[in-house]
Every structure is written in structure tokens, then in C-alpha cells.
């Protein structure tokens, strides 16, 4: 996986992020692996929010939202069943993989730069 960010705890975030994401397509692989998604995902989003409200981050609502997507969708997903079968799992792979991807790449990097242009880095 490619570099997603210059900030260190943020880039190594998301790297975790995409190989619990790979994991979800390994045959096997059942809801704990989307639970230990939606945990890591959690505890990411929320360090992301914290940096969003004390640097008074211009676009923060917008950010949370695309959040609350996510956290809704791994939700549903959860509520699928606890025996998922390959064609479903690697259709959530992809998806969520999709969506963490242009997110990532998206206003992430909006985020970022905000932040390293803060003094409070």
C-alpha cells in the first residue's frame, strides 16, 4: 500500500485499515474481522475528529458526516448475518475499500494539509 498521508499516526492508521479490509476476503472470515474493522475504524475516525474541533477545521461537519457513513455502513453490514459467504465478502471488501480509498485520497488530504499547516501539528 502506498503512502496515504504525511502525517505519521494518520498514514499508519490507515494502513491498518486497508489490511483489516484485505483480511474481509479471506476465505474463513467471518463478522469478528468487520468488528475489528468497525473498532480500528472507530478509534481512527474519533482521533480524526478530536484534531477536526481543537484546530477549528473549516469543513468539520461535512468530514464527520462522510464518518457517519461509514460507521453506518459497517453497521449494516454487521447486521447481515455471521457467516458472510466469499461472494459476499468480497463484495464488501471491494466496497468499503472503495469508499475508505476515495475518502483516503479525498478529504482526507483536505484535512491533512489543515492540520500541517497548523502550529498545533
Not at 491498518?16 to 481512527?44: C, M, S
Amino acid at each position: 500500500m502506498r503512502k496515504t498521508s504525511d502525517i505519521i499516526w494518520q498514514d499508519a492508521q490507515h494502513q491498518v485499515l486497508f489490511k483489516i479490509l484485505d483480511l474481509i476476503k479471506e476465505p474463513g472470515a467471518n463478522n469478528q474481522v468487520l468488528f475489528r474493522l468497525r473498532d480500528y475504524t472507530e478509534n481512527h475516525f474519533a482521533l480524526e475528529e478530536q484534531y477536526m474541533v481543537e484546530l477549528d477545521f473549516p469543513d468539520r461537519e461535512a468530514h464527520i458526516r462522510a464518518h457517519d457513513l461509514f460507521r453506518e455502513e459497517i453497521e449494516q453490514l454487521l447486521v447481515k448475518g455471521e457467516d458472510p459467504d466469499d461472494i459476499f465478502r468480497k463484495i464488501i471488501s471491494t466496497f468499503l475499500t472503495e469508499w475508505l480509498t476515495r475518502h483516503v485520497f479525498g478529504i482526507d488530504k483536505e484535512l491533512e494539509a489543515f492540520i500541517l499547516q497548523s502550529s498545533r501539528k
